[in-house]
């Protein structure tokens, strides 16, 4: 089975444990078997093997967050980057001829598409595995899963199906409702619209060259920011005429918000928080090194991070989007690649960073115009590279860099190094790579 998983989110609806780099689904809420906690993107990535141990499993996504699923999948897993963010459309079609022009998969053959961060279980994906024979059966042009809805929700398009059969034909859709609307449309049999579909490649390769200019996946990379804003319901779905749904009634929710994220929780408190007896139905979520202490809440989300700290009635919850767009701040966090970094403190003229390298990762050999930089070792062994030179290190030295000087270091162990910068102009711009010899 060839899925590819569509990674998109800009991080606000989750704030303040979701940022630009790392968007909700990269945020560990979910506690395994072993005591671990894993994302969603783990989550979702772990149950479609468990299911198909061979599928060909392709994430496209915005260059931002490369490094975060790089971080939580490893460096093999198959990404699709899109230069720019130009809605699902493009990305799907970006996506199409990446399996097709670089993977090598033939155009005859059929590919499910569904988002990265459903909360479902294992019955999700083999229903995916029968909407992937479905499309392979050529029965239609587009196969989707329709969701079987549980409540008249505003926030999801319905499909109208033409009969109750598990297989239907789809008659029409029906665009985000009022809650009146909705009940009208789920007592004539429509099904949510989850964003999961399957289809030959050829298809939507064909649907691509008719709506964009390209001869195959490096032009249309290259032509990427180009490209018209479109979503693919808009751009192909809602055109189509010959589609089938497959009905879905499994457990299936959208973990868009903090009111259906902490639903889904299987813990009131992750990290260091109190609640006394006279709370009810709080959840607490605290990344940050102090407590948290909560007396007679209700109905409240609690979450803190880097980024700052939000404490909300868990249904105004849903509306947090206009008013983080209101803040203009760093990003304070993320994971890469490489390990990760957390700002511990900002003023006028330093910048002081907190840093994991993991091991056998290493920062890039470059330089800075305008500050100064001292390392600090907190943790683990390596070696610095600072104008050519090289040292060993480990924990409690101390390496200093003047402005202009080129610097690295590599990590043998897992490294944690307090970064403090120094300089009356501390910008993210201020940094020039070299190749490294």
Known sequence: MNIILLSGGSGKRLWPLSNDVRSKQFIKLFK????????????VFRQIRSVDADATITIATSKSQVSSIQNQLGENVNICVEPCRRDTFPAIALATAYLHDVQGIPAEETVVVCPVDP???????????DLDDLAAKGGANLALLGIQP???SEKYGYIIPSDTEPVSKVVTFKEKPDAETAKEYIRQGALWNGGVFAYQLKYVLDRAHELIDFT?????????????KISFDYAVVEKESDIQVLRFAGEWKDLGTWNTLTEAMDETVIGNAILNETCDNVHVINELDMPILCMGLKDVVVSASPEGILVSDKEQSSYIKPFVDKLNKPIMFADKSWGSFRVLDVEDESLTIKVTLNPGHRMNYHSHERRDEMWTIISGRGRTIIDGMEQIVQAGDVITMQAGCRHTIIAETELKIMEVQLGKEISVHDKQKFALE
Request: glycine share 2%.
């Open 32 to 43: 395994k078997e072993n005591g671990e906690y894993e994302s969603m993107v783990q989550r």
């Open 119 to 129: 909360y479902v279980d294992e019955n999700y994906f083999k229903a995916l595995k």
């Open 150 to 152: 549980t409540y008249p």
């Open 216 to 228: 195959d996946y490096q032009d249309l990379f290259s032509k990427y920011d180009t490209l018209t």
